[in-house]
């Protein structure tokens, strides 16, 4: 079993930062690679970043060059750096413990989510 809380949502104005946290805990020896993914109102939930233990890391187009993935082994923590934040980037994002390989794989435990609100 893995435990992912995130943290580190709020309010920002476009243009604004804010940095999510992912804090996994229990088999985190399991784990092969971490997402962020997010979920508007009325939209699909959708992938936005991925980290695997190796360090490689994948973003969408929608925030590539924007948002930085990084991850603290020591701490089990990933975080998620999101710089220029766009109204379109409003939305409750969750992380997820899956498997990279030539993309990222999802796996069957997710956080409970993080909301994020860009006003304009």
């Known amino acids: 079993q893995v435990q992912l809380v995130e943290s580190g949502g709020g309010l920002v104005r476009a243009g604004g930062s804010l940095r999510l946290s992912c804090a996994a805990s229990?088999?985190?020896?399991?784990?092969?690679?971490i997402g962020w993914y997010r979920q508007a109102p009325g939209k699909q939930r959708e992938f936005v970043a991925a980290?695997?233990?190796?360090?490689?890391?994948s973003y969408s187009d929608s925030v590539k060059g924007r948002f930085t993935i990084s991850r603290d082994n020591a701490k089990n923590t990933v975080d998620l750096q999101m710089n220029s934040l766009k109204p379109e980037d409003t939305a409750t994002y969750y992380c997820?413990?899956?498997?990279?390989?030539?993309?990222?794989?999802?796996?069957?435990?997710w956080g409970r989510g993080t909301q994020v609100t860009v006003s304009s």
């Open positions: 980290i695997s233990s190796a360090g490689r890391t």
């Open positions: 997820n413990a899956g498997f990279s390989g030539s993309s990222y794989y999802p796996g069957d435990y």
């Open positions: 229990g088999s985190t020896f399991n784990i092969n690679a």
